[in-house]
């Protein structure tokens, strides 16, 4: 792919469908009442937002407008542990996603933006372990905490409050 149009279109795409995925792992996020399995998808999800801030400054040094986010989906709200089968979806999501992509990346000549391209891709497969690992209930995704730091209850359901 060489020429700039195709490869502003390029990353456009991906940036839309990488922004759907972010959007939906926010909303999961709000569903998933255990401590540590909270807390990553909050790491999955500030790196996401890192993600796309790559690819917008990668469009606008190609001189390509920021597109609007796309529409949020409607993630379906349940009880008790039926977040761990939102997170095997997102697992399944993340997988797809980097399918789709892989050899659309690896037709980019631009060193730079191809190289970023693949950043993303990589991480989004150890995402998909991550989520691969909340599905079965794992807690020590991002690491094990000491005995001392008791993380019993569970997450707030509504974290501010305004009054």
Known sequence: ???????????????LQRTSLLMRHEDVAQQVPDYDI???????????ETHLSWLQ?????????????????????????????????????N???????????????????????KVVLGEMLEHKRLFDQAAAGRQDLIGTSLAINDHSGIVMGARWTGQ
């Open 57 to 93: 400054h990668a469009l606008l040094d190609l001189g390509a407008p920021l597109p609007a986010d796309p529409p949020r989906q409607t993630v379906a709200v349940g009880k008790g542990d039926a977040w761990k089968a939102l997170a095997a979806d997102d697992a399944r999501a």
């Open 38 to 48: 909270n807390n990553a998808y909050q790491y999955i999800v500030a790196r996401e």
């Open 1 to 15: 792919m060489s020429t700039t149009s195709h490869l502003a279109d390029l990353i456009r795409d991906f940036l």
């Open 95 to 117: 997988a797809q996603f980097v399918d789709q992509w892989r050899a659309k990346v690896e037709e980019v000549s631009h060193a730079r933006h191809k190289g970023m391209l």
